[in-house]
């Protein structure tokens, strides 16, 4: 957390309002009157939340979110490597999130990681007579043909739970016969009002099936913590993990980033929970903790500010033994970063980046950013809840605009007012963005760039935000005739 | 200890490496490949996506429009997204956001706000809806709908709103395509039948053509022709627009009243035919002029045919420029032709991309040897049967109806081609079996603008020839000894 309040010149409470009161202006009222309280100035003081969030959204102002099936098949079991993951019901929603968040894995495809697309494609006829035969079917198949996965999931979209399938009940049934773990998540796409209930119904699912159902062949030791949120986006974890380790503690298990099924199910018995995205996990953290007593902090692995404020955090939970490591990994890795912010602030310095990602990133970034010298002029997220916003309150400069779910629309209107550097958000803004000459990188899938965690990732962050904000590219939009 | 499975606890046990080992040949053997074509309710890799993708593609293609996704928000996000990362442009669609309390009574109140919304804010001419799964299965009555929403005013009577129902548990992108440009024909052609009036305009459906050089193409050859046309509908400017500093929601499209007029047309050619039997039908019913269905210009062969049926139709001919653009190809594909004589080829796409890919390797004495359609009929086979039948190069090739990339791996590891033209979803069965994938099909999101580049007409005989021969002798430079290493190829 920051402590000193900064602020943008030409960015007042009143400047934001007003520019917030004009994009709404073209609204029916009752649209207006909707999203009205999801878009405020910051108020950094406070260190509260400005905004609502986790509503659901306006129909038709065309919002950046996904469904809770996004949620829970993209995010928090896709990456799990080991296990095959059935998307259940028609083809399209596996087809559309295969391979598209960038959530890497080693293994071989097909023999001991599944990064494929496994579908029941259903059919009219399943429609009307049900699925779950079918399904039965196909997961014995599956078993089958892929001996070596620990495990299947069963991610349901909207048809199965509407027809009235039971899928637990399969899943029960398959799982006895095959003698491996099947199992059924409930995420259909129309529950829930974003990807965030499918995160949570999917942590919900892992503490009924899967924790506590394996044990570490190995002793256990007094640091032994487990990694939880990092995903592995760009290769993260393959930063993040091997840089705990140095700091001298056994990452036991990563969730989900290239995952292990029965490595996640050991994690009852770590010692510490380091979670790094809040928004999708902090359920399971807190299940662990009260379950299993297992405490958990969070932390941020974005520019070598946040990672040094994290690291010593981290380390204040240990003996010396691990302090002394942290301050020799920190020792390290600083002037190597300084390096970095030498070669690059001065061509960044005084930027200004806008932000929407998902849950996390929309805070946990702007660190990072600032490491390089630039200013965070507004920021909000897909599907972020009153606790991430009122994280988000102390990192950002105070009246800058947050904006929670917010449309095309409104995005593009602030983008037009606040003239950013740059922008940091989806795939499905990238080109709007770039068509009004306007430098974006990509913020989930970082671009197919990556990691940006860690020491190792930051390296890689400057250099893109560089090459994104001064590529020459961008002085040729305008034609000279 | 909660554990809802009832199956035991258990120690963590890696697998042993030689297991590992084991499984990693197994799955590259005769037996397994046997086991996977045992398949009944799995799919694995699936070529194909849902209906309301190819809607959405549709409405694309014309003026000031917007598409609406009847039902969860994630639907329209995944669709977005999607062809965001084909096209490397932006999709603007709204979706009407439809969750629990829609299940229970069903989506009319999300479908009346959000186009009420939906216009207000994004200022459309005219609104294509189209339904993901959950309007679907539980009944919801379009029709009925957006009656409902002109008399309440959530949007003006007068604008149109064609609605197509896209469930997507029945065919494809393609099929979903289709139905959405019935729909928009049909509304934007209502009363506009004129008896005696002829437009003297050619109407061309391209189908459902994710390459925005296709439609270029076609237009440049027929504008070369002298044959005016109104494309059904054009993607070209939406999915390929200038970067100006400025962005316009509504980049292109074939112009509302041109559309209108279509139905004054005096031809009508679908090179679409498998996505646009529906709208074909309409069109025969219901348009003057005269109806072609033929397939996809791609090879010389089908650009020839449909040159001259064009010319035939509009009594025109066929210029020499377009003559001598040709002798060029042919030109290109003689000088190039060594590079793929006899080489086999495994193909997979949708099916109006599958007859273009087999008659363009059969013309070059390439061999098209698995052809592999995810959602496929009998009509598809016989047609692509017939193909193969007509030439020798066909001999011993086989066609694979309703089988998917994971049947494809095992067939490209037992038995071997030496390319493979598809999607970019085929480059890890292309990798696995060592050998290159041409992206010719939708999606590429891996490569950078290929759907600039046509496969359509003899310019896309040029551009298929190149990629592919290069990459062999690529290849050959890549991985040659050192003695065999040389300046010519």
Redesign the interface.
Known sequence: MSDKIRTVEGITKESTQAMIDEALS???E??RKKRAPHLAPNDAASGCASVKSNK???????????????GAKGVVWGPIRDMVH?SH?????G??????RRNMMSG?????NFA?????????K??VYGGDK??K??LA??H??F??AKGISVLS???V???GDDINSV??TS??EL?I??IPCNCE?????S?SLGHHISNDTI???I???????EPSSPYDIALIGEYNIGGDAWSTKPLLEECGLNVKAVWTGDGEL??I??THTVKLNVIHCYRSMNYMCKVMEEKFGIPWIELNFFGPTKIRESLRALAELFDDNIKQKVEAVIAKYDPIMQGIIEEYKPRLDGKKVMLLVGGLRPRHTIGAYEDLGMDCVGSGYEFAHTDDYDRTAPEMPDSTVVYDDP???EF?KFADTLKPDLIGS???E????????IPFRQMHSWDYSGPYHGYKGFEVFARDIDMAINSPTWNL???PY | ???????E?????E?PPE??ER??NW?NTEE?KE??FA????????A???Q??GAQLAAHGFEGTLP?VH?????A??????L??HF?????????????D??VFGGQN??H??????????KPKMIAVFT???PE??GDDLTAFIKNAKQKKCVPAELPTPYANT????G?HIHGYDSMLVSILQTLTEGKKVEGRCTGKLNLIPGCDFNTGDYREYKRLLKEMGVPVTVLADISDTFD?P??????IYAGGTKLEDAADSINGKATITVGPYASPKTFTWVKDNFSGKHVSMPMPMGIAKTDDFLMKVADLFGKEIPATIKNERGRAVDAITDAHQYMHGKKFAVYGDPDYLMGYVSFLLEMGAIPHHILCSRGTKKIEKELQALLDGSMYGNGCKIYMNKDL?HL?SLLVTDPVDGVIGDS?GK?AAR?ANVPLFRFGFPV?DRVNKHRYPLVGYQGVVNMVTEICNKFIDIKDETCEDQQFELMR
């Open positions: 073209v609204y029916p009752k649209a659901k959204t306006v129909p038709g102002v065309m919002s950046a979110r996904g469904c809770a099936y996004a059935v019901g028609p083809v399209g929603c087809w559309y999130s295969w391979g598209t071989i495809t097909g023999v001991t494929m697309q496994f579908t029941s494609d259903f059919q009219e399943d429609i079918k399904l079917t196909l198949e599956a089958d043909l001996p070596l979209e909207c048809p739970g509407l027809i899943a029960k799982a006895k003698d773990p099947i796409g129309f529950r829930g009002v990807q503490r009924d099936y924790i506590g159902t394996r044990e570490f062949a029965e490595k199910a050991a449309s095309e629309y593009e989806g795939i499905k990238k080109y709007v963005f770039q068509k009004m000459g939009v305008k034609s | 200890m909660s554990n809802l499975l009832d199956l606890v258990k120690k963590i046990v697998t297991e590992i499984v990693k799955i397994y086991k996977n398949r009944q309710a799995l799919v694995i890799n699936p194909h996506a849902c309301p993708l609406f039902g969860s928000q994630g639907c996000s995944y669709y977005r997204s999607t965001n990362r490397r442009e932006p999709a603007p669609a709204v979706s009407d956001s439809m969750t629990e829609g299940a999300n479908l706000e959000g186009l009420e919304n939906a216009f207000a804010i994004y993901s799964c959950m299965v539980i469930p997507s548990f029945n494809t627009s970067c100006d500093g400025s962005y316009h994971w791996r979803h890890f696995d999101f």
